[in-house]
């Protein structure tokens, strides 16, 4: 077979990130919902005909449950396909809320790609706003499931799904313009691919799509890959709580073996699935969502971090993964109908769980854990008893690295953001009486844990509060001697709230203070400079307390942390004494108690 011109494979790769790229944004400018348009709770993707998903920029569903209950010789140019239900998904939607659409993309008469979008969208009915329930035990309760429909056939709308679908949604108007904003930007997304395929014809076209796939192949195989020691390594860690049964731990655990040029995740062990809603169904199409969820992780085996942010995670590193999933009836095999709306509590869960079993792998050559994402919320009536719902995504800080501090506040969605200020006080019915950095929560380390949100709002009309948040009881766990930061904790009025909230009560005038997770730290904080810690004391990052406590600082009796200066030889007295504690590689908190089984979680955590 004649090779492929490097130079075209670089056009057709430059224009599917376009592409991918124009959709997002004529999404983010064209939909009506805070979720969407705001917070930018949603994601594109590009996939050829034979499924594979070709993009890289950030993750998206999947086109086979669309495939399979509409093969592709049945689609016509301007066709729309809609679907949300998480069981009839093949893995690809967690949760009702996450509404897909896919648009066929065509050429001289045959569909040859898939445009698609899938955000999380206001509500879609169920028993509280929101369709997050936290103690539902059904996925019944938790909104209207839609299995692929065709809802548009030859670029006219259904309007009869779409009448069903709103009146099932208590925010009718902004369902309906997310959902028109995202199905005219993907059948956008298909003119310009059509265009491509026009310009260079189909099979060169396909044939720079299987380059761009086995790039991404070869690159994780050499450069990744090869940097995990041939063997068998095991970790689990936990969510806390299910939002139905007391707060226990529910085990997700990896055992990973590396055998050859491939890696096998065998998720045996794994708790039973909860009556609550932190289920996820992610073992289908042979976990193929899971595969590309996962894979990111491995980008931190990179060489530098300038390599790490210039690898993209497509179809190329399905080759690469089997998964091996535990029988039906747990956290990953749910058995219908079981709910799932909180399933992130287990895939980011996931997330850290494969990047500790590597840390075991690579001597510490790992993030240290973060959890940077939770739902919180009011809802309520406005002064002109017009229903609202107000829903914020906040992030979290990121693990400290081997060579870096983690980053503040961020989101595990690429390029989401909280609601601005000035735009919730205009909207909603309350004032943001403070917003800036949780002292102390990023846990202290050679390199720190990023800081969390500290965020307090004062409610001036009664309301409901809602949360959907893990990591309240457990903290983020430190690696390689570094400490967990600091929970996620919630006080309306000074009462302390649990995770998951459905509708308490907030009266008007009274103040929710919202502190996010802090990552866990990245080697000893004994090993930090002091005068960076000085630095982090300045500008408010870490208390004069704190640098005594988690780090061994002192400063010169009677100098402010402003411009304060370090006292050298108390800290060094201080941190000789200190340091004689003992430290475990992973350190995972005050929160965790002993395992059902009896297990102490050193034994866990052993290398």
């Keep these: 077979m004649t090779a492929v011109d490097p130079i075209l494979v670089e056009i057709v790769e430059g224009t599917l990130a376009s592409v991918e790229k124009e959709v997002e944004t004529a999404i983010a400018r064209t939909a009506r919902s805070p979720m969407i348009r705001d917070a930018h709770d949603f994601r594109a993707g590009i996939h050829d005909i034979r499924l594979r998903k070709l993009t890289g920029r950030s993750y998206s569903a999947l086109v086979q449950p669309v495939v399979r209950d509409f093969p592709a010789e049945t689609m016509n140019p301007g066709d729309v396909f809609f679907h949300n239900d998480v069981y009839l998904s093949e893995g690809g939607i967690g949760h009702l809320p996450d509404l897909c659409v896919t648009v066929p993309v065509f050429h001289r008469g045959e569909v040859v790609a898939f445009v698609q979008a899938f955000g999380h969208h206001d509500d879609i009915g169920g028993s509280v706003p929101g369709s997050m329930p936290s103690h539902a035990r059904s996925v019944f309760e938790e909104g209207l499931m839609v299995p692929p429909i065709r809802l548009w056939e030859r670029g006219v709308p259904n309007e009869a799904a779409l009448r069903i679908m709103t009146r099932n949604s208590r925010m009718p108007d902004s369902l309906a313009g997310d959902l028109d904003a995202e199905c005219s930007a993907c059948l956008m997304g298909a003119r310009r691919l059509a265009e491509l395929f026009d310009r260079y014809g189909r099979a060169e076209v396909e044939r720079c799509f299987d380059a761009i796939i086995d790039k991404t192949t070869e690159t994780f195989r050499r450069e990744l890959l090869s940097k995990i020691p041939e063997g068998t390594y095991v970790w689990e860690d936990y969510a806390e709580h299910d939002g139905v049964d007391e707060p226990r731990l529910h085990a997700q655990r990896i055992t990973l073996t590396r055998v050859d040029d491939r890696l096998v995740i065998d998720f045996t062990g794994t708790s039973p699935q909860a009556k609550g809603p932190i289920n996820h169904a992610g073992d289908y199409a042979d976990g193929v969502f899971l595969k590309k969820w996962l894979a990111p992780i491995l980008r931190n085996l990179a060489d530098t971090p300038e390599r790490m942010a210039e690898l993209d995670v497509n179809e190329g590193v399905v080759p690469l993964i089997e998964m091996r999933f535990p029988e039906k009836g747990t956290l990953l095999t749910p058995i219908f109908p079981a709910p799932t709306n909180a399933r992130t509590f287990v895939i980011l869960r996931l997330l850290g769980v494969l990047a500790g079993v590597l840390a075991k792998a690579t001597n510490g050559r790992m993030p240290a854990d973060q959890e940077t994402i939770r739902y919180t919320g009011v809802y309520g009536e406005d002064g002109g008893g017009v229903p609202y719902l107000m829903r914020e995504v906040l992030g979290g800080g990121s693990g400290g690295r081997w060579y870096a501090d983690g980053e503040d506040t961020i989101h595990v969605v690429p390029d989401s953001r909280n609601i601005p200020v000035e735009f919730a006080?205009?909207?909603?019915?309350?004032?943001?009486?403070?917003?800036?950095?949780?002292?102390?929560?990023?846990?202290?380390?050679?390199?720190?844990?990023?800081?969390?949100?500290?965020?307090?709002?004062?409610?001036?009309?009664?309301?409901?509060?809602?949360?959907?948040?893990?990591?309240?009881?457990?903290?983020?766990?430190?690696?390689?001697?570094?400490?967990?930061?600091?929970?996620?904790?919630?006080?309306?009025?000074?009462?302390?709230?649990?995770?998951?909230?459905?509708?308490?009560?907030?009266?008007?005038?009274?103040?929710?203070?919202?502190?996010?997770?802090?990552?866990?730290?990245?080697?000893?904080?004994?090993?930090?400079?002091?005068?960076?810690?000085?630095?982090?004391?300045?500008?408010?990052?870490?208390?004069?307390?704190?640098?005594?406590?988690?780090?061994?600082?002192?400063?010169?009796?009677?100098?402010?942390?402003?411009?304060?200066?370090?006292?050298?030889?108390?800290?060094?007295?201080?941190?000789?004494?200190?340091?004689?504690?003992?430290?475990?590689?992973?350190?995972?908190?005050?929160?965790?108690?002993?395992?059902?089984?009896?297990?102490?979680?050193?034994?866990?955590?052993?290398?």
């Design 425 to 607: 006080e205009a909207r909603w019915p309350f004032r943001v009486e403070r917003l800036g950095l949780a002292v102390d929560s990023g846990g202290p380390g050679l390199f720190r844990g990023g800081l969390g949100y500290d965020k307090h709002i004062r409610m001036l009309r009664d309301a409901s509060y809602m949360s959907i948040a893990d990591r309240s009881i457990l903290s983020c766990w430190g690696v390689n001697g570094g400490r967990a930061g600091r929970p996620f904790t919630v006080s309306v009025a000074g009462q302390e709230m649990e995770g998951l909230v459905d509708d308490h009560p907030v009266r008007a005038g009274e103040v929710i203070r919202i502190r996010t997770t802090g990552g866990g730290g990245w080697g000893s904080p004994y090993e930090r400079d002091p005068e960076k810690v000085a630095a982090d004391v300045r500008d408010g990052k870490v208390s004069v307390e704190g640098a005594r406590t988690d780090y061994g600082v002192v400063f010169e009796e009677g100098a402010g942390p402003e411009g304060g200066r370090v006292d050298v030889p108390a800290t060094a007295a201080l941190r000789a004494r200190l340091a004689e504690e003992p430290v475990s590689f992973f350190d995972r908190g005050p929160g965790y108690p002993r395992l059902a089984d009896g297990r102490t979680h050193a034994e866990v955590d052993e290398r």
